[in-house]
T-cell receptor
Framework: DAGVIQSPRHEVTEMGQEVTLRCKPI?????LFWYRQTMMRGLELLIY????????DSGMPEDRFSAKMPNASFSTLKIQPSEPRDSAVYFC???????????????FGNGTRLTVT | GQQVMQIPQYQHVQEGEDFTTYCNSS?????IQWYKQRPGGHPVFLIQ?????EVKKQKRLTFQFGEAKKNSSLHITATQTTDVGTYFC???????????FGGGTRVLVKP
């Protein structure tokens, strides 16, 4: 099991540029989550998908952020245009079932450390 | 919206000592999960508690879920340097699919 795979590990870009973060979830996992981690705000859920369908994007900061999941094995998080305040570690996580009383653990990728100058 | 608070934010512990970190939710939770994140790493699942008053142990770690299912605690005995990291609790609102993370307790161990 290769785990959740994210790329790139590090991204340094200039303000105004487009940034695309990529994620390959664990095979067979139905749920995919995008989190952002900063010292000030901790771990924030941006968006999550179930069976490739976006279920809740209420955590997406603004229209500059968009996420897609074209198939069960790939998702992207895009920021256009990027701003210095977007600097953070972005984690992708996947899991099996989510239900009323039991929720499968989240398996996190290694994250992408984004720096916008 | 649902808020999950953790205290303390930082915990400096002498190696060999015990400590406890606490997690409190503004709403009743269907279940709660605990994760550990090593410096520079990613959160790794430790355990899930589902039942009111549930207590689970993993070696030197003891996890407890409150009777009202609004709070939880993690107690570590005989702290070791390998315990260094940030411990997060994360809760699901009843009948919800969104996992809300607390702010974490960053643990530093003094040898």
């Amino acid at each position: 099991d290769a785990g959740v795979i994210q790329s790139p590990r590090h991204e340094v870009t200039e303000m105004g540029q487009e940034v695309t973060l990529r994620c390959k979830p664990i095979s067979g996992h139905d749920y995919l989550f995008w989190y952002r981690q900063t010292m000030m705000r901790g771990l924030e859920l941006l968006i999550y998908f179930n069976n490739n369908v976006p279920i809740d994007d209420s955590g997406m900061p603004e229209d500059r952020f968009s996420a897609k999941m074209p198939n069960a094995s790939f998702s992207t998080l895009k920021i256009q245009p990027s701003e210095p305040r977007d600097s953070a570690v972005y984690f992708c996580a996947s899991s099996l079932r989510q239900g009323d009383s039991y929720n499968s653990p989240l398996h996190f990728g290694n994250g992408t450390r984004l720096t916008v100058t | 919206g649902q808020q999950v608070m953790q205290i303390p934010q930082y915990q400096h512990v002498q190696e060999g000592e015990d400590f406890t970190t606490y997690c409190n939710s503004s709403t009743t939770l269907s279940n709660i999960q605990w994760y550990k994140q090593r410096p520079g790493g990613h959160p790794v699942f430790l355990i899930q508690l589902v039942k009111s008053g549930e207590v689970k142990k993993q070696k030197r770690l003891t996890f407890q879920f409150g009777e009202a299912k609004k709070n939880s605690s993690l107690h570590i005995t005989a702290t070791q340097t390998t315990d260094v990291g940030t411990y997060f609790c994360a809760g699901y609102k009843a009948a919800g699919n969104k996992l809300t993370f607390g702010g974490g307790t960053r643990v530093l161990v003094k040898p």
